[in-house]
């Protein structure tokens, strides 16, 4: 029977005590009800990907510097400072140092080679969810020709990684073919469509446009020249998701992938009390964070994936 796999990458500041990460599990719930109320015949399998630990080690170190410094008792804000910020800030940052990253790639590939099948079925699908920081992490490793040396860190464990979808290079001819992408809060658009390092090899650059670009011609052609789906998904006081479908458009050029920025709708009682405040920066401290975390159990991220996976299968058996 054909899988849909819905692989899961969590962000920023994302810490779990137990054996299997449990961030996603609202957002599993509430799809595997709607799939299997509206689409029953539908075969799901969930993958929460889990990296939050990996840096765990380089930020200890840099915090005992800062420790270490005759002035830090005299700071504000210390325990703040030390893990909120120092997880938030040190998980992103740290992951662009391309040595440090690589134990990222180590772990994701570790866990992708345990759940997605390297001969999946003809009829399998992949769909992708990617929260904040962890769909700059995604892309990157997916497209970027940072990885592409092979005498650097990570390069094989990244191939391992692409291997499994189809499309994308190194081997476009083997994997999962990608049926749906669905980036929840996310800041792709400000880091990983610019070109952070002057490159024209395309080699060692954190760009991604190139090899983007290539996949969703591949899969243009292999959906019978239908355009991928993509839903960005922005609540309106989150200040790190931006839009998306512009930007992508000016990037791979339009056709190829069909983008649909959409603002969630889910108000809470603390929404409608900020909304006279929402272009101050009151409703960013009271709210921001609120808002960057209420995707996992948003219905507008439901109804919309689900409605994706269903229309996705559909279009398979017409074309069949």
């Known amino acids: 029977m054909a899988t849909d796999y819905i692989l899961f990458i969590h962000g920023v500041n994302t810490r779990e005590q137990q054996a299997q990460p449990s961030y996603a599990n609202d957002l599993i719930k509430l799809l595997d009800r709607a799939i299997a109320s509206h689409t029953p015949t539908l075969n799901p399998k969930y993958i929460p990907l889990y990296w939050g630990d990996t840096l765990f080690d380089e930020q200890q170190k840099r915090l005992d510097k800062f420790r270490a410094s005759s002035q830090w008792d005299r700071l504000w804000f210390r325990n703040f400072r030390s893990k909120q910020l120092m997880q938030f800030i040190g998980d992103a940052t740290l992951y662009i ?34 929260h904040s920081w962890g769909t700059v992490i995604l892309f990157d490793i997916l497209f970027a020709g940072r990885w592409d040396l092979p005498t650097i860190p990570g390069c094989d464990r990244v191939r391992t990684i692409r291997q499994r979808i189809f499309g994308v290079e190194p081997e476009r001819e083997r ?42 011609q591949t899969l243009y052609r292999e959906r019978g020249q239908q355009p991928l789906p993509w839903y960005n998904f922005i609540h309106p006081s989150d200040p790190f998701a931006w839009t998306l479908k512009e930007v992508m ?72």
């Open 97 to 130: 140092n391309r040595h440090v990253g690589a134990k990222v790639v180590e772990e994701l590939a570790r866990q992708i080679e345990a759940n997605l099948p390297s001969q999946p079925q003809p009829d399998d699908r992949l769909h992708l969810v990617a």
């Open 175 to 216: 994997g999962i073919r990608l049926a749906s992408i669905h980036t929840l809060g996310s800041p792709i658009a400000l880091f990983n469509l610019i070109d952070l390092v002057p490159d024209t090899t395309g080699i060692g650059s954190y760009d991604i446009a190139k090899n983007l670009q290539e996949l969703l």
């Open 249 to 320: 458009q000016e990037v791979v050029g339009s056709g190829l992938v069909e983008i649909e920025d959409v603002v969630t709708k889910d108000n809470d009682l603390t929404d409608l009390l900020m909304l006279p405040f929402r272009q101050t920066p009151v409703s960013l401290l009271i709210n921001g964070g609120d808002a960057h975390a209420s995707y996992w159990r948003c219905r507008d991220v439901v109804q919309k994936m689900t409605a994706a996976i269903a229309s996705n299968r559909l279009k398979q058996a017409a074309i069949a």
